[in-house]
T-cell receptor, first 115, second 117 residues
Framework: KAGVTQTPRYLIKTRGQQVTLSCSPI?????VSWYQQTPGQGLQFLFE???????NKGNFPGRFSGRQFSNSRSEMNVSTLELGDSALYLC??????????????FGSGTRLTVV | AQKVTQAQTEISVVEKEDVTLDCVYE???????LFWYKQPPSGELVFLIR??????QNEISGRYSWNFQKSTSSFNFTITASQVVDSAVYFC??????????????FGKGTLLTVNP
């Protein structure tokens, strides 16, 4: 069974640009969550999608957005990039999402560097 | 609000030593779920265990064991006879089963474990 696939693995962008990251969940999983990991703030929840609906959103500015497609693949977009957006962005999939699921499966992440 | 505290930022041990990683959590909810994840240098988070708030039984899986104590709001993780391959960052996380917070994990800051040969 293929795992969670995140593309690209590495990305370098310039301040002010926008970026789109992609996540393909495990086949059959309908919930996709996104997390930002930085040395200072640690792992922080961005948002969660289930069946194309956003069910929860973390405390991030509106520059961070996401969406989920009918095949459960998800994308997150960051507009007007700032240096502080440099981070490892992790995607997690689960069958139904929420606390009731047995565990989230994470991808290897996309490492974004903003220069 | 939920909070997870991993007071140990870094731990260094010699191979074959036992090591315990501490995790203390805060939540007002009576139904919640606790997780441990391992993050090797490659970056992905590897699921280790999930425990719900109604199950205080300790669990052992090979060299890994977990001690869940609701009285002290702790969910500690012990590696017995550590190996170099155990070197990684370990995260404790909490999820509650209520409303909009149902769909996210609140992570601790992580503990970097280095096992030296």
């Amino acid at each position: 069974k293929a795992g969670v696939t995140q593309t690209p693995r590495y990305l370098i962008k310039t301040r002010g640009q926008q970026v789109t990251l992609s996540c393909s969940p495990i086949s059959g999983h309908r919930s996709v969550s996104w997390y930002q990991q930085t040395p200072g703030q640690g792992l922080q929840f961005l948002f969660e999608y289930f069946s194309e609906t956003q069910r929860n959103k973390g405390n991030f500015p509106g520059r961070f957005s996401g969406r989920q497609f009918s095949n459960s693949r998800s994308e997150m977009n960051v507009s007007t990039l700032e240096l502080g957006d440099s981070a490892l962005y992790l995607c997690a999939s689960s069958s139904v999402g929420g606390a009731l699921n047995y565990g989230y499966t994470f991808g290897s992440g996309t490492r974004l560097t903003v220069v | 609000a939920q909070k997870v505290t991993q007071a140990q930022t870094e731990i260094s041990v010699v191979e074959k030593e036992d090591v315990t990683l501490d995790c203390v959590y805060e939540t007002r909810d009576t139904t919640y779920y606790l997780f441990w994840y391992k993050q090797p240098p490659s970056g992905e988070l590897v699921f280790l265990i999930r425990r719900n708030s109604f199950d205080e039984q300790n669990e052992i899986s090979g060299r890994y064991s977990w001690n869940f104590q609701k009285s002290t709001s702790s969910f500690n993780f012990t590696i017995t006879a550590s190996q170099v391959v155990d070197s990684a960052v370990y995260f404790c996380a909490l999820s509650i089963n209520s409303g909009g917070s149902n769909y996210k994990l609140t992570f601790g800051k992580g503990t970097l474990l280095t096992v030296n040969p």
